[in-house]
């Protein structure tokens, strides 16, 4: 069962959908799109409010441009060891500047979950049975000490998130 969590708790009625070949968004749903579907649905028309889902192989910088369009950009996370949506995260909140809300979906454990929020997701679809279990007891793993920048601002203000020191 997949749950999805932000810093502020469980979010009851998502309204998002990753739409694949077998399942569509229904009338109350959103559909999250592949690149290449989003690309194709934005030259069509003018239709704001979208979703799209970048996998590990896909080109972020695609979406410049179209990103006043993109209320959700979900960054797809298909095993633990396959860290290339940190890099899509990072490059939407740095270079990019968007602001709109980052969702890890896919193997989303809780260690990586602090290193997903320096990153910039927001968001996250939770179905790990450790991870589900430690976000409802408010059990977040943190980390101490950063000794690089990130995209989400240090909660220290006027330092530097990698010259903090403990």
């Given at each position: ?5 932000n810093e ?7 309204p ?5 070949e077998?399942?569509?968004a229904?009338?109350n749903?959103k ?7 989003f690309l ?20 972020v910088?695609?979406?410049e ?15 633990f ?12 909140r740095?270079r990019?500047?968007y602001?709109?809300e980052?969702?890890?979906?896919g193997d ?8 997903m ?5 927001d968001?996250f679809?939770?179905?790990n ?5 430690r976000?409802s007891?408010?059990r977040?793993p ?16 006027g330092?530097y ?6």
């Amino acid at each position: 069962m997949t749950k999805i969590w932000n810093e502020a708790g469980f979010v009851t009625d998502d309204p998002w959908v990753i739409e694949t070949e077998d399942a569509k968004a229904g009338s109350n749903e959103k559909a999250i799109l592949g690149l290449d579907d989003f690309l194709a649905k934005v030259a069509e028309g003018d239709e704001t409010g979208l979703g799209v889902l970048i996998s590990p192989a896909d080109d972020v910088r695609r979406l410049e441009g179209h990103l006043d369009r993109i209320a959700l950009v979900a960054v797809a996370f298909p095993a633990f060891n396959d860290g290339r949506a940190f890099s899509h995260a990072s490059l939407l909140r740095s270079r990019l500047t968007y602001a709109g809300e980052i969702r890890a979906v896919g193997d989303v454990l809780i260690d990586q979950i602090p290193l997903m929020l320096r990153c910039g997701i927001d968001s996250f679809a939770v179905s790990n049975e450790t991870a589900l279990k430690r976000l409802s007891e408010n059990r977040l793993p943190g980390i101490e000490n950063h000794y690089q920048p990130t995209a989400r601002p240090s909660q220290d203000a006027g330092s530097y998130s990698w010259r903090r020191r403990a």
